[in-house]
């Protein structure tokens, strides 16, 4: 029997553009980039040059401080341009992809025979430990971890987040095999999250692990609620996160040894032309199915949902771990005096405008800020959005601060920045909350290093 | 709307950094973003945003407070042609009192907005929404005879140590109207106190038995005198029905007193709007209320004179409780931050309020002092509110 819980609070933002059951086909590419941007907390080391001739699954990158963090090649191919920023920071590593992908060559893993250690080295050398968090500190974890538990968010219930079951269908043996690889990375549980007010996915139902169940408001679709209501994390632990569409890329690559990152993404947003799945790996060129499948014209394109998501140009690559684009229109436009008027029709978690009288009503929502940059005035308006026992202003305050001893007081291991994109979403203030937590985790973590 | 935003474009190059009048970029800044929410759109984090800023936030508490300002600017015509004898139609009451109300919110503006303007353009920061609100509750709080100049510096001290020497809006300790309050309070006292200043009577004659002083200042009159002193009958029958000073003039606002804080009904109005509207804090506004009964309760039951012996509710009608307790003490950076740091902190500074005004006649705005005094206190409160988070999570890694 799992345990149910009930998130009260929180916040449903409720978008025009849900994805659509239609199903819009496989998209591939000739290029495809894979950007060490997506890895908060790495250090990235190449492991190839321009050049170099590569394997779909053979290290790209790796985090210089734990070298067993290894990102790998989504397709096999040829390294094509190794795109650096300012200061030569490494921006993405681009492949020119074969017509016809050839794998890596891994063993498939006896998972009733393997140990930990075993299971530890497959994860790291297949690419797909990268699809494990860590927290404290929200980075890719490393396999030389010891987690207390591994929690598996098997919920999405953020913005205009896809239908698990249509991701997960017909993917069953995988996610099994995904999860009895987890349960030999812990001495302690694994847990797999259920979204009770959506259709169960059947596939999800795996065997050796600890199933809970969440009702109520987003964000209950966030592992880090999920934690802290089944097992909060106490100062000193490690818990693993893992997202549920992930599993199926974990599975394949214990049961045949092949390192394929491929996802139904979700296709939605008010600036979405075709809503529905489209079949693509992660890091695939989105030129072309941007233009095919969405009205281009002063458009934010994101992967991800628009609480956490990342911008993307319209020449853009799916990010890594991303099963959703969503494009919404940018707010580029000045509004008379429309911080007096009614503003009826205007989306607002406050009841200071009328929205709240209408619960139901799905919004399209542009990018504009509403207002300028503020300092703390507002009290009392984080909490309602983030069901943890944590004091969020005071937290963010310590962070400011960068009072470290304050911040572990406060819980800071218990959150990750995209904990606080409800609250972001909702500050009066306009204050940028989880690129401070973000700032607050990193400090923390070169503290502790 | 073109051509406004064609004023503000054609104007920029002058404030801007390396313009002439550098100095009014702030107010440039001030004013095109309140002609226009501007066409910024978000660069981290999550996409999208609500659509409430502290503007919104704050023009809704001035919404909350037009219906007891238009009342007090009525009252104060009323009780002028009251006093003088002279009949007057609501109108005539009304602009009257407008016109006394005018140059005291015109001149609170000007002296701490240019203080706000200054340190922006100081400071480099784009000026703060809280002095809309803070500008439009100082003249409310006011005597209507308090000359301008007394109240331009007591604005421009609210501005200058109540909230900018700690950093500006949202930094603040204390409240920073009730700042200006207190400073106009022990600075001016003649003009601040007593029973000259509440009601305007120049242009004629005071009609017999005209008295200027407000209930509180009566009601500290019979402190001393013990209870069922027939000298104090006089007093007392004011506060009974038909008298000037009964509960329903009190609850209606028919009453002298600070310019905005006489009518308990519209506040509670105001105070309900902001309930509604999710912008004060009705922990606050419960527990204020609570507080001041609970004590006004505890005088009544254990009363040696007749201010103590006063209707608890009859109590908190009169003087600054209601006004306080709904526009004060809900100010969201003054006041304590915690959820339950919100109930303490609005529970004593009511309690402290009926007490200060009671046992101290001399003081009989106590509820200032002790909004005031319990700003001082709210990070205490939230500071053990917050370690008690903190002893629970250390708890849980011991047991774990």
Same mark, same amino acid.
């Given at each position: 029997m799992s345990q149910t819980f009930k998130i009260r609070k929180g916040y449903d933002i409720k978008l025009v553009g849900e994805a659509s059951s239609n199903d819009l086909g496989q998209h591939s590419a000739s290029t495809y980039a894979v950007s060490?941007?997506?890895?908060?907390g790495i250090t990235p080391k190449l492991a190839v040059k321009a050049g170099s001739k590569v394997l779909?699954?053979?290290?790209l990158f790796f985090d210089k *401080?734990?070298?067993?963090v290894k990102i790998c090649a989504p397709?096999?191919?040829?390294?094509?341009e190794i795109k650096r920023g300012a200061k030569?920071?490494?921006l993405a590593v681009l492949l020119l992809a074969d017509s016809e992908t050839s794998y890596a060559k891994h063993d498939a893993f006896d998972l009733k025979k393997g140990d930990r250690e075993a299971a530890a080295t497959h994860f790291s050398n297949t690419g797909v430990g990268a699809f494990i968090t860590t927290?404290?500190?929200?980075v890719a974890a490393s396999m030389n971890e010891q987690p207390r538990d591994i929690f598996v968010n098997g919920?999405?219930?953020?913005?205009?987040?896809?239908?698990l079951a249509t991701q997960l269908a017909g993917k069953g043996e995988a996610v099994q095999a995904a999860i009895s690889a987890l349960a030999l990375m812990t001495s302690g549980k694994v847990y797999v999250s259920h979204d009770? *007010?959506?259709?169960?996915?059947?596939?999800?139902?795996?065997?050796?692990a600890t199933h809970i169940t969440f009702s109520g408001k987003?964000?209950?679709?966030?592992v880090g609620t999920q934690i802290a209501k089944a097992a909060p994390i106490n100062k000193g632990e490690v818990v693993w996160t893992v997202n549920a569409v992930d599993l199926p890329i974990i599975g394949r690559a214990f049961l045949s040894g092949e390192y394929a990152p491929e996802y139904k993404v979700a296709v939605t947003g008010s600036k979405a032309m075709n809503t529905g799945y489209a079949t693509m790996l992660q890091g695939v060129s989105l030129n072309g199915f941007i233009s095919a499948n @969405?009205?281009?014209?002063?458009t934010r394109f994101i992967a991800?949902?628009?609480?956490t998501g990342t911008q993307l140009a319209t020449d853009g690559f799916l990010s890594f771990g991303k099963a959703q684009l969503t494009a919404i229109p940018e707010g580029n436009q000045t509004e008379f005096f429309g911080w007096v008027l009614?503003? @009826?029709g205007k989306f607002s978690?406050?009841?200071?405008?009328?929205?709240?009288?209408?619960?139901n009503r799905k919004y399209d929502l542009?990018?504009?800020?509403?207002g300028e940059e503020r300092a @703390?005035?507002?009290?009392?308006?984080y909490e309602k959005f983030i069901?943890? *026992?944590?004091f969020p202003q005071q937290l963010l305050r310590s962070i400011l601060i960068r009072d470290i001893e304050k911040m572990e007081q406060l819980g800071i291991?218990?959150?990750?920045p995209e904990d606080f994109a409800i609250a972001e979403v909702a500050c009066t203030s306009k204050l940028p909350l989880q690129q401070i937590v973000r700032d607050g985790l990193n400090d923390l973590r070169k503290e502790m290093m | 709307m073109k051509f406004v935003q064609n004023i503000f474009d054609k104007t920029r190059p002058l404030v801007e950094?390396?313009?002439?009048?550098?100095?009014l970029y702030p107010l440039h800044n001030a004013l095109e973003t309140m002609a226009f929410v501007p066409d910024h759109t978000t =660069?981290?984090?999550?996409h999208v945003r609500d659509a409430i800023d502290l503007k919104r936030t704050m023009v809704t508490v001035i919404f909350a407070m037009v219906p007891a300002l238009l009342f007090g600017m009525w009252n104060i015509g009323r009780l002028h042609f009251a006093a003088i004898g002279e009949e007057a139609a609501l109108l005539d009451s009304f602009l009257f009192g407008a016109l006394k109300m005018l140059p005291l919110i015109t001149v609170t503006y000007a002296a701490g907005l240019g203080v706000e303007i200054y340190f922006s353009w100081k400071r480099n920061h784009p000026v703060n929404e809280g002095f809309l609100v803070s500008g439009l509750l100082i003249p409310m709080i006011?005597?209507?005879?308090?000359p301008l100049w007394m109240v331009a510096v007591s604005t421009i001290f609210a501005v200058l140590i109540g909230k900018e020497v700690f950093g500006g809006t949202g930094m603040n300790l204390l409240n920073p109207a009730l700042t200006a309050r207190a400073f106009a309070f022990f600075a001016y006292p003649t003009w601040m106190s007593?029973?000259?200043?509440?009601i305007n009577t120049k242009g004629g004659e005071v009609v017999d038995g005209y008295s200027g002083a407000t209930a509180l200042g009566d009601l500290a009159t019979?402190?001393?005198?013990?209870?069922?002193n027939t000298a104090t009958d006089a007093v007392m029958a004011q506060f009974g029905?038909?008298? =000037?000073?009964?509960f329903m003039n009190a609850f209606l606002g028919l009453i002298p007193g600070s310019i905005g804080e006489t009518s308990a009904l519209l506040i509670l109005l105001g105070g309900l709007f902001l309930v509604f509207k999710g912008v004060g804090s009705w922990k606050i506004m419960l527990s204020f209320f609570l507080g001041g009964f609970v004590m006004a309760g505890i005088f009544n039951v254990f009363a040696v004179n007749e201010f103590m012996g006063l209707n608890p509710l009859h109590q908190l009608m009169l003087g600054g409780f209601m006004f306080g307790m709904v526009f004060m003490a809900t100010d969201p950076v003054s006041a304590a931050q915690t959820e339950t740091g919100k109930y303490i902190y609005g529970f004593l500074a009511g309690f402290f309020g009926i007490m200060i005004r009671v046992f101290n006649p001399?003081?009989?705005?106590g509820i200032m002092l002790a909004i005031l005094f319990m700003n001082v206190m709210a990070p205490l409160i939230d500071y053990y509110v917050v370690e008690a988070n903190i002893k629970r999570r250390a708890k849980r890694v011991a047991h774990a």
């Open positions: 060490p941007l997506d890895f908060p779909a699954g053979d290290t *401080d734990r070298p067993e397709v096999s191919g040829e390294v094509a030569r920071k490494i927290r404290p500190y929200g919920i999405q219930s953020g913005p205009l987040n896809g239908d009770a *007010d959506a259709a169960a996915v059947a596939e999800l139902q795996a065997e050796g987003h964000p209950k679709g966030l @969405f009205n281009a014209e002063n991800g949902d628009v609480l009614p503003g @009826f978690t406050n009841r200071a405008f009328w929205g709240w009288l209408f619960p542009d990018t504009n800020m509403h @703390f005035v507002v009290s009392g308006e069901p943890m *026992d944590i291991y218990e959150v990750v | 950094k390396d313009g002439k009048r550098n100095i =660069h981290s984090g999550a006011m005597p209507v005879d308090i007593g029973d000259q200043v509440w019979t402190v001393g005198q013990g209870l069922g029905a038909g008298g =000037h000073y009964s001399a003081y009989p705005e």
